[in-house]
């Protein structure tokens, strides 16, 4: 190892994951030999300092002594790409941390901790929030007065570094397509939909936070606001009550009564596992063709996340409804996973694609450190 090398540990904690990568960065600043990525489930505590032990004793010796770190931040505001972490930006994002209750205290609580570890690694922050910098108007804004909108109330969508990986290797299989109207799915914890053209994200189904949208696997989605009001009001819940509900109790895991992991409601032959699938195949189907119609049309899918890239059932359940549109899965491609699997007579192409957020990040924090 040169003494110019340098290695990268990369940071990214989701609602039910934690990916720790590490890297070799050269004196140049650019990627040197392999890198090494782990995932670590996380329990509904969350308690990133157990995961974030567990991942470095997986990982090669050099991912325990980094000189540079770079943590998934999903919430960056209008953030346009990666930040140095000095205490000022710790304390901006920290006043973001509502609109992202799941994500954002641990991925800060994994930033003092790496700051504990390592003192002397420089530490970057890159962002879900940066992909939707060219938000169409009408979608940026929420139907709230203008008040509001100036205060910050808008839509800024998240998986941006998600779509960013999985729009890369869509160019690497298909350029030109890549530059046409894509609906992208990222279906994983989390999940929400992206229309995109010419690789920009136009639309998307996430909003202020990561809380709207189709129902997730413990997240409810969109929901009828009056709910809420309902909730209060009539039912006399506090609020930490209510967002627990909402964040942490619905979505799959509410519908069915039974998990929030589609893996263990795939494996359960009951009726009340099979309405949360047909609920949340038939919301993203839904959405897919909202996004299409955001676009005027769409020349194809992507899927990707846990779910997108895992499971060829939900894809096919998903699908079925969007014939009309031109939609359509090949059987056996669609089981073997991709990249593409679309029928040969399909008009809109589907592919699916496992998504590497982690090397998006080393780019994003390159591209900072060399600007
Ligand atoms: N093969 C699979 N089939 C169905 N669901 C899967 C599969 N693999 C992972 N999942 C689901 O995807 C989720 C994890 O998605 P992922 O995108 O990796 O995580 P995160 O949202 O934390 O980034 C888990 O909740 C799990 O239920
Ligand atoms: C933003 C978000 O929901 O991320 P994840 O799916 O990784 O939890
Ligand atoms: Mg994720």
Redesign the pocket.
């Known amino acids: 190892m040169s003494a110019s090398t340098r290695n990268w540990l990369v940071m ?1 904690v ?4 934690l ?1 720790v990568a590490v890297y070799t960065v050269d004196g140049d600043g650019e990627r040197a030999g392999a890198s090494h990525r782990v995932t670590i489930p996380l329990g509904d505590d969350a308690d990133v300092d157990a995961a974030l032990s567990t991942a470095l004793t997986r990982l090669p010796a050099a991912a325990q002594q980094p000189q540079a770190i770079v943590h998934r931040v999903v919430h960056g505001g209008r953030r346009a790409g990666a930040v140095v972490l000095t205490p000022a930006q710790c304390a901006e994002l920290t006043a973001l941390a509502p609109m992202a209750p799941l994500h954002q205290p641990p991925a800060l609580a994994l930033v003092e901790l790496a700051a504990r570890r390592w003192p002397r690694a420089r530490q970057f922050a890159a962002f879900d929030t940066s992909w939707h910098a060219h938000l169409a108007p009408w979608s940026r804004r929420l139907p709230l007065p203008q008040g509001l909108h100036t205060a910050g109330v808008m839509r800024y969508g998240f ?1 941006g570094l ?1 779509y960013q990986s999985a729009w890369r290797q869509l160019k690497a299989q298909a350029p030109a397509l890549a530059h046409r109207r894509l609906v992208m799915a ?1 279906l ?3 999940s929400s939909l992206c229309a995109v053209h010419d690789g920009r994200s136009i639309d998307t189904t996430m909003g202020l936070t990561p809380l709207d949208g189709v129902p997730m696997a413990t997240r409810s989605g969109s929901l009828d606001p009056g709910v809420i009001g309902y909730l209060t009001h009539a039912l006399r819940m506090p609020w930490p009550e209510i967002e627990q509900v909402l964040w942490r109790e619905s979505g799959l895991k509410g519908l069915s009564g039974l998990s929030g992991d589609m893996r263990e409601l795939q494996a359960d032959p009951g009726e009340a596992a099979a309405l949360a699938r047909e609920h949340y195949a038939r919301r993203v189907a839904q959405a897919m063709a909202a996004m299409a119609t955001s676009l005027g049309g769409v020349d194809a899918i992507v899927f990707s ?2 779910i997108g890239a895992g499971a060829a059932a939900v894809r096919a359940q998903i699908a079925a409804p969007l014939r009309w549109m031109g939609i359509e899965l090949d059987p056996e491609a669609n089981q073997r996973g991709g990249p593409a699997v679309h029928a040969d007579h399909a008009t809109v192409s589907a592919w699916v694609f496992h ?1 590497n ?1 982690e090397d998006e990040l080393l780019e994003a924090a390159l591209a900072e450190e060399r600007a």
């Open positions: 990214n989701g609602s039910a994951t990916k998986h998600a990222h994983g914890g989390g996340g846990g998504v957020e």
